[in-house]
């Protein structure tokens, strides 16, 4: 059994959902709930349903599109991505990992194949941190690594509840808690996505097999000093947040490069600072620091000292300083025997591969609390990702939706 993939319908799809952005293209920007969010999550549901899919959605608004089996007693094959999008981004971000899964069915589907063991497409919501600060919102409530309670509080940038804004999107009628799902429900769970990083560019490869995904943590840090005029209060006299704030992002470099493994990393991605008068000193200064690492506790050793480095720059500075932990995830590790279906689908499409790592996070990383997963990755134009000029090209695009459907057809046979 050969999969066609029809790479024209599926790239004019990819268009057409980069078109419901509330940025003007290349750019694409689709925050969770928004009018852009649920025109794409209606653009979907249609496709969803040409294709013959059963189309159940939960709570949170993560979707799920079923290709039902022979068997009524397999469990069902998962896969699927995300479609929110973070400000000026891409359009292969997650959407690869929806519209491609689709594809992969589709193609299926003419190839004359019958699933034994149902296939299902999950769509989640807002796996994207840009809405609630949080990163993987609908596979975090599905994996229950996030509480209802905690997620009925979280508040937009506007203070809206998301309880609120699932309910205005038309998906509050049940309650949080009924989003998580046992673990045994799924046999697989498979996520095609672009690579996000240069390796398989680089060594001009066609397909990478996901061993590993590295444990994001995220800390929001706010410092607390004095204010006053720029021209009258002495330096020996001040207690300036930023510059504690300053040396802490400073402390995050230093503190990575040198507890962390090859895969760690750190990023002060927000500073905000208050008031924000070239001639005020800074009262007030927020960080938001993101450290990952596929080894966790060198990723644990790095949080460790960066609060003790926090607690002796605030000593030191007469500054006073609260740390909030929004999240602190551990590793996931894909299924070997997942890790072999999905390169043994690449070899028998005659594609190149290699084994890697995912630097980044996706909600494969939550998935493995339920159920056993693997990723499949395809190369992006110089690595670039969130970014409107992220790329990546028909075939390359093609040939990991054929490994995607290989592997789907094998773990549903
Ligand atoms: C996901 O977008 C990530 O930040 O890894
Ligand atoms: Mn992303
Ligand atoms: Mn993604």
Known sequence: MTPRIDIDRLSAEIDSLALLSETPPPAVTRLVFSKEDQAARKMLGALFEKAGLEIRVDAVGNTFARWNGSDPARKPI??????????????YDGVLGVLGALEAIRALQSS???????IEIILFTSEEPTRFGLGCLGSRLMGSRLSPERAAELRDHDGKSLDELRAAAGFG??????????????????????????????ENL?????????????????????GGHAGAVLMPDRRDASLGAAETALAVEHLVKSLGSSDGVGTTGIFKIKPGAINSVPFEATLEIDIRDTDHSARQAVEESLRSEIREICKRRHLLHEITTINSDPPAICA???VEAAESSAREAGFTHRRMVSRAYHDSLFMALIAPIVMVFIPCRNGWSHR????????????GVEVLARTLARLAS
Do not use: M
């Open 78 to 91: 998962a896969t699927g991505s995300h479609i929110d999008a973070i400000p000026n981004a891409g359009k």
């Open 112 to 118: 004359g194949f019958q699933p034994q063991a149902p």
């Open 173 to 202: 009628s049940e309650p949080l808690a009924s989003v998580a799902i046992p673990q045994g429900n799924y046999a697989a769970f498979v996520e095609l996505h672009i690579e996000q990083g240069p390796i398989l560019e680089r």
């Open 206 to 226: 066609d397909i990478g097999i996901v061993e590993k995904i590295a444990a994001p943590a995220a800390l929001r840090v706010r410092f607390e000093g004095d």
């Open 336 to 338: 070997p025997a997942l």
């Open 388 to 399: 409107p000029d992220e790329f990546s090209s028909p075939s390359q695009i093609a040939k």
